[in-house]
């Protein structure tokens, strides 16, 4: 039975404008995009797992049966939401469905109803869930969030689907995505590249197929002098391909002639000889490697190995600049000391730090990366069905929308579109805004 949503305090949805091509009765602006409100810290705010959702008794009608209790034409919107509520991605699925009661909180509960169904972390598991929430007039589904569980039920329901899946191969006309996509993090940062005034970058990525969408992407959108696999969670490899990449061996063997040449001069003193070969007592190469860049791919245990060897191999960070995605605004990488000045791509953190302290306040835990999206997941819903039926065709909005994560808009193919931020890590837990992305899409 679907939910019907308590009176519960917490930031609305505040429309700023929007494009639209149905509900005339609106007037919408076409190129600003539409600000859902951040949430707040309330004190009279209860906390849904706590105390409870307010449950009324609603009849539904069955797909099967006649419209009798509820017309065709309903003033509520019903909304499944297919989330990994057992299995592997439990986890995942629990943070994201305290985020999703969150972004419901205070909604109109005279034109929203929402339930969650289980996954089980299983495509399998998702056709089942789709099947129990197609007993119901259901109007638009969120989730699942992995692409096997999406493509098992993409051509199972004409309902709209807005997944969390980042495999763009399972998008369609009817499967839209909210997931941050690899070539989204390489659109924005290569402007962010291009504004920093590098001229020749290499990249490292993993040899699977995450690093193969992201090589054939970078190699399609950006003017890259070379890329370079590695072998995932291979140290050896990752070394064996950073040596080879910093010329380490030659430029040695260079500062070797040199010194060999101090030492065996009959025209210099020994006093000159010592004082010259200091200046070499700290390093093993010179001269400077031939590109000014380096994007990194990877998780964070091989990103942190790949900049550890690129100093190892004396790689200078002050003249070569490292580039990475929002894999680096893990902690593990902030604080670490290797990483001092390097730059990364992130959504925008400013209303990052509001949301999670809100779900800390009412939940006792830290929310995943994926409740983030949720939450705007939900309040986008929201805003489409504000009119008592879910506005599809709204869904396609020029102008986007700015939640959580900043702004973004859904566009034709079903891809999310994201304006990212570059920062710049200052080794002591923290970043910085280096670049600030673009607010709107003009």
Known sequence: MFKRIASLILATLVLTGCPS???????????????????KTLEDYETPEIVGVI??????????????????KKDIVQIAI???????????GQSMKKAFMLSFANTDTKKIKYEFFDTQSTPEGSVNALRKAEQYSIDVILGPV??????????????PII??????????SNTFSMGLLQEEEVRNLKNFMINDGVKKTVVMIPNNQMGRIFGKEIDNTMNVSKIIYYTQGNLTSIDQQVRTLSEYDSRKKELDKIKSEIKNSQAITAAEKERRLKKYENID???ETDFDSIIIIGNINDTKGIVSYLRYYEVDPRKVKYYGTSVWSNNKILTDGNFLNANYVSLSQKSKAAFEQLYQSKFDSTPEALSLYAYDAGKLVQHLSRDGYF????????????????????????????LMDLYQINGRGTSRIKQKGKDNFK
């Open 82 to 92: 297919l989330l990994p509520l057992t299995g592997n991605g439990t986890k995942i």
């Open 391 to 418: 506005n599809k065709s709204e869904l396609i909005a020029e102008g986007g929308y700015n939640g959580i994560n900043g702004t973004f808009r859904i566009l034709s193919n079903g891809k999310a579109q994201y």
């Open 146 to 159: 992995y692409a096997q569980d999406v493509r098992a039920i993409k051509d199972l329901t004409t309902t």
């Open 55 to 72: 449950r009324e008794k609603v009849t539904f009608v069955n797909r099967a049966e006649p419209a009798v209790t509820i017309p065709i």
């Open 163 to 172: 997944s969390f899946s980042t495999d763009t191969s399972v998008i369609s």
């Open 285 to 287: 190469t010179i001269g």
């Open 21 to 39: 091509t149905k509900a005339p009765e609106t007037k919408i602006a076409t190129t600003e995009p539409i600000i859902f409100e951040q949430p």
